[in-house]
């Protein structure tokens, strides 16, 4: 019988927090944190098609549709550009000068790319779907397909991104160390996550929109959130 941990502080003190889409959640009781345990499904994408429908839910038969799908999110108003709004309104106000490099991982449609090119950074992102290399085209960017490993670039960033990304992942204080392993000393790490401390996470419980395992698997509580940064030596300077 194999022993769950919780992924963030690794203590097996959990409780049912209920079932979605046949897999069982988990409430950690040491730091708070809520998961779906997940660590023993692979995320490969030597079958792009199935990749695309764990990401997915199964919803997009096409890297295509899954493209346009996201494209649509940045319209004015709608969530990803207001998640593009805040990430630009947290440099502004910690001072990052819009110059230098920027890596953004798990890039999507390229929307926060793009526009950090424009703001004048040298800018560069890794999408480990196929919809990554049509944004590249489409939208004139610099986008690696793969996965994110220690030695996928040779160079650290000023800014290291990865907004809505943390979520999907088994194991994601390995993902945070992997982030701060690619930022330079002083340098910024921005991510952007559904937080599980909000009132509607709180109304819902299990029935929150966010808890689509086995696409999303990982819900942070401030405390949880905490907890996983100082394992990896980061702190907050803005929220």
């Given amino acids: 019988m194999r022993l769950i941990k919780c992924p963030i502080c690794e203590q097996i003190r959990?409780?049912?927090?209920?079932e979605r889409n046949g897999y069982v959640l988990y409430q950690c009781l040491s730091c708070t944190h809520k998961f779906a345990d997940l660590r023993n499904q692979e995320m490969s994408r030597s079958d792009p098609d199935r990749f695309r429908k764990v990401v997915t839910n199964g919803l997009m038969s096409s890297d295509e549709q899954y493209y346009d799908y996201l494209a649509a999110g940045e319209a004015v108003g709608k969530a990803t550009a207001t998640n593009v709004e805040h990430v630009f309104e947290l440099c502004r106000e910690n001072?990052?000068?819009?110059?230098?490099?920027?890596?953004?991982i798990g890039c999507g449609s390229g929307n926060l790319l793009a526009q950090v090119q424009s703001a004048g950074f040298v800018s560069l992102g890794i999408e480990p779907g196929g919809w990554g290399q049509i944004a590249a085209a489409r939208k004139g960017l610099h986008i690696v397909q793969g996965f994110l490993t220690t030695d996928t670039f040779s160079q650290r960033f000023d800014v290291v991104s990865a907004t809505d990304v943390v979520e999907h992942l088994p194991d994601p204080v390995e993902f945070l160390r992997l982030m701060?392993?690619?930022?330079?000393?002083?340098?910024?790490?921005?991510?952007?996550?559904?937080?599980?401390?909000?009132?509607?996470?709180?109304?819902?419980?299990?029935?929150?929109?966010?808890?689509?395992?086995?696409?999303?698997?990982?819900?942070?509580?401030?405390?949880s959130l905490e907890w996983a940064l100082q394992r990896v030596g980061l702190e907050v300077v803005s929220r």
């Fill in 14 to 18: 959990l409780r049912s927090w209920g």
């Fill in 180 to 223: 701060e392993g690619y930022v330079v000393s002083g340098g910024y790490i921005i991510i952007s996550i559904p937080f599980a401390d909000s009132l509607e996470a709180r109304l819902m419980g299990a029935h929150w929109d966010m808890v689509e395992p086995p696409t999303h698997c990982q819900f942070f509580s401030r405390r």
């Fill in 95 to 104: 001072g990052v000068g819009f110059s230098g490099s920027w890596l953004d």
